[in-house]
């Protein structure tokens, strides 16, 4: 069976577990994914096989890491209720940042030419595997919108 694989940034991560999130300073309860993209995430966290495979670039969790993990506590918690999870997931994979996607940043241009750079390689991860993107970020959306890459649609 193929599965549907999607790619999610950061926004969307933690829109899914706002949960682990919404104690946090920096969290403003900024807009919430869709149903679909909750039901998306929900196959891929799963801990059986699904035919959803999300794709995690590790910048996602290096933008947490430093953004967010400002005490211990809320590391464990990050760390038991959303990377295990992730981790363990038979749908999951965290993908590093490698040379096909360093090349397809290049070309994230447009509304993203000033964008931040951990979204810029979330979009370049995407164009890399041609698939879609989970993410609620109004520049990428537009991004996508403009279809002038190979990214199929966004899931927001």
């Known amino acids: 069976m193929e599965k549907i694989r999607y790619v ?12 682990v999130f919404e104690d946090t ?20 966290v799963s801990p059986l096989e699904g035919g959803v495979l999300l794709s995690v670039p590790s910048i996602v969790f290096i933008e947490i890491y430093e953004k ?4 211990g506590e809320f590391f464990r918690r990050f760390f038991y209720e959303v990377f295990t999870p992730l981790k363990q997931s038979p749908n999951v994979e965290i993908r590093a940042i490698d040379q096909e996607v360093l090349e397809n940043l290049l070309i994230v241009d447009g ?11 979330v979009v370049a991860s995407a164009i890399t595997l041609e698939c879609s993107i989970i993410t609620v970020d ?10 002038e890459r190979k ?3 966004v899931l927001n």
């Open 68 to 71: 967010w993990l400002q005490s």
């Open 8 to 19: 999610i940034d950061t926004n969307g991560l933690i829109s899914f577990f706002a949960g």
């Open 25 to 44: 300073h920096r969290f403003d309860g900024s807009p919430s994914i869709s149903k679909k993209a909750r039901n998306a995430i929900q196959e891929a």
């Open 151 to 153: 990214i199929p649609n």
């Open 138 to 147: 109004h520049k990428i959306i537009e991004f996508v919108g403009k279809g």
């Open 111 to 121: 509304c993203l030419a000033t964008h931040d750079l951990h979204d810029k390689i």
